[in-house]
């Protein structure tokens, strides 16, 4: 039967979502040393933490609509939003006997008396499938930072009657995105997780990135241009996902001015860079517009002219460190001056 063939590839795919991201290290009878729920959102009762893992500041995507696949052959942008922030990632295993519904009931439940926004839901395999089929290449991109324990491989294996939401939340302090996806594991693989519903919830905290990065000043800039012909900035800061400069850039602006001012004949390229989180061209796309953000801004709040200015997008393609860490995807995440 096709269909059922379809089906199945989808659950195998959010199954290797589920699992890919881990960096666990409890023994199969004991919950992960250091773990701990997320201060906003309870566990369902009874429920076991398998799996964790926090990070300070990463990228995460979040699936806010059926997804569709354009004519490059990746998904619709806007079926998928790009997050930076706080990342915690929770697996839990739920009490035998408890369905997978009851569970993600109860979870959506607990969102919304929080005053989460829902902002897209699916619930059955055929309803999922499209989530499924995606989950792993877009929302749970595999690195080789974090590994699997034995338990947490399999606690979504074989996956059936699939939940998955979506929600958003407003606060003071910054706004909270949640993904949550629900299942029955149907491997034999391990007793102890067969036959029982698992729970995976990813919460991404928008908050900003502890700025390790000392602003270039321009007689810096003018040293390495005239060694190199390039120097890379990263004092230049913008919006999740937007090219949107943020006003704490205004800094190294000021400064890039200043160097353009000192040297009148200098003509230089913008160019943005990204790391290699998202798909190709978008990220493409996305690194042009910021780097004609930067040109705009010289533009129009430095006097610079227009004519010695010219924005360029790289993308994920000129990297200087690994993708496989945040420490290597932040020096990525860059803005360069080049000499024309």
């Given at each position: 039967m096709?269909?059922?063939?379809n089906?199945?590839?989808?659950?195998?795919?959010i199954?290797?979502a589920?699992?890919?991201?881990w960096?666990?290290?409890a023994?199969?009878?004991q919950?992960v040393?250091g773990a701990k729920?997320?201060?906003?959102?309870?566990?369902?009762?009874?429920?076991?933490l398998i799996?964790?893992?926090?990070?300070?500041?990463?990228?995460?995507?979040?699936?806010?609509?059926k997804?569709?696949?354009g004519?490059?052959g990746?998904?619709a942008?806007?079926?998928v939003?790009q997050l930076?922030?706080?990342?915690t990632?929770l697996?839990y295993?739920?009490?035998?006997?408890?369905s997978?519904?009851?569970?993600f009931?109860?979870y959506e439940?607990?969102?919304l008396?929080k005053?989460?926004t829902?902002l897209?839901?699916?619930s059955?395999e055929?309803q999922?499938?499209?989530?499924?089929?995606?989950?792993?290449r877009?929302?749970?991109?595999p690195?080789k930072?974090?590994?699997?324990?034995?338990?947490s491989?399999v606690a979504?294996?074989?996956p059936?009657?699939?939940?998955?939401?979506?929600?958003?939340?407003a606060?003071?302090?910054?706004?909270v995105?949640?993904s949550?996806?629900v299942?029955v594991d149907r491997?034999?693989a391990f007793?102890?997780?067969?036959?029982r519903v698992?729970v995976?919830?990813?919460?991404?905290?928008?908050?900003?990135?502890?700025?390790k990065?000392?602003t270039?000043d321009?007689?810096?800039?003018?040293?390495?241009i005239a060694?190199?012909?390039?120097?890379a900035?990263?004092?230049l800061y913008f919006?999740t996902d937007?090219?949107?400069?943020?006003?704490?850039?205004?800094?190294?602006?000021?400064?890039?001015?200043k160097?353009?001012?000192?040297?009148p004949n200098?003509?230089?390229y913008?160019?943005?860079?990204t790391?290699?989180?998202?798909v190709?061209d978008?990220?493409?796309?996305l690194s042009q517009?910021?780097?004609?953000?930067?040109?705009?801004?010289l533009?129009q709040?430095?006097g610079i002219?227009?004519?010695?200015?010219?924005?360029?997008?790289?993308?994920m393609i000129a990297?200087?460190?690994?993708?496989d860490d945040?420490?290597?995807?932040a020096?990525?995440r860059r803005?360069?001056?080049?000499k024309?």
């Amino acid at each position: 039967m096709p269909h059922a063939e379809n089906v199945s590839r989808g659950c195998r795919t959010i199954a290797l979502a589920a699992t890919l991201l881990w960096s666990v290290t409890a023994a199969a009878q004991q919950e992960v040393p250091g773990a701990k729920d997320f201060p906003l959102i309870k566990r369902y009762e009874g429920s076991r933490l398998i799996g964790y893992d926090s990070r300070p500041f990463d990228t995460a995507k979040l699936i806010v609509g059926k997804l569709t696949l354009g004519d490059n052959g990746q998904p619709a942008l806007d079926s998928v939003r790009q997050l930076e922030g706080r990342h915690t990632r929770l697996l839990y295993l739920a009490p035998q006997t408890r369905s997978s519904l009851e569970v993600f009931r109860n979870y959506e439940n607990e969102l919304l008396a929080k005053g989460f926004t829902v902002l897209f839901k699916c619930s059955g395999e055929e309803q999922c499938e499209s989530v499924g089929a995606e989950l792993h290449r877009v929302l749970y991109p595999p690195t080789k930072a974090l590994q699997n324990n034995d338990l947490s491989k399999v606690a979504l294996n074989v996956p059936a009657e699939p939940h998955y939401l979506a929600a958003t939340l407003a606060r003071p302090e910054g706004p909270v995105a949640v993904s949550l996806y629900v299942a029955v594991d149907r491997s034999t693989a391990f007793p102890e997780t067969k036959d029982r519903v698992a729970v995976l919830l990813d919460v991404v905290e928008d908050r900003p990135m502890e700025s390790k990065m000392v602003t270039v000043d321009a007689a810096k800039m003018a040293k390495d241009i005239a060694a190199t012909g390039r120097v890379a900035l990263y004092g230049l800061y913008f919006d999740t996902d937007k090219a949107d400069l943020k006003p704490e850039s205004a800094p190294s602006l000021a400064e890039i001015g200043k160097l353009l001012k000192a040297e009148p004949n200098l003509k230089v390229y913008i160019v943005g860079h990204t790391d290699n989180v998202g798909v190709f061209d978008y990220n493409m796309n996305l690194s042009q517009r910021r780097a004609k953000s930067v040109v705009d801004q010289l533009v129009q709040s430095h006097g610079i002219s227009a004519d010695r200015l010219r924005a360029a997008g790289a993308g994920m393609i000129a990297p200087v460190a690994t993708n496989d860490d945040e420490a290597g995807r932040a020096k990525n995440r860059r803005v360069e001056i080049v000499k024309q």
